[in-house]
């Protein structure tokens, strides 16, 4: 997909110095960042409902379940490996 983005010209200097050392395509790096990005971001969204989950005055039991919920709802492909 190609689109048009507009960014400051320090980012963009920044961004070229970094692609020239990586050596990969300005679109690599873009994709690279985004990902880091929204995984970061997500990560942060399931840290707030956990948290949000802790806070609201439920029993330790009430909030596992609501936790455990949340997991099944959002992340139906999340594996949790015992260590």
Not at 33 to 61: F, P, T
Not at 67 to 74: D, G, H, K, S, T
């Amino acid at each position: 997909m190609v689109q048009e983005i507009s960014i400051p010209d320090s980012l963009y200097e920044q961004a070229f110095t970094l692609v020239r050392e990586m050596q990969i395509s300005p679109s690599d790096l873009f994709s690279l960042a985004l990902k880091d990005y929204l995984r970061r971001h997500h990560s942060q969204k399931l840290l707030q409902s956990i948290n949000d989950a802790c806070v609201d005055g439920l029993d330790e039991n009430e909030q596992v379940k609501r936790y455990a919920q949340f997991v099944i709802r959002n992340y139906p492909t999340f594996i949790i490996r015992n260590s």
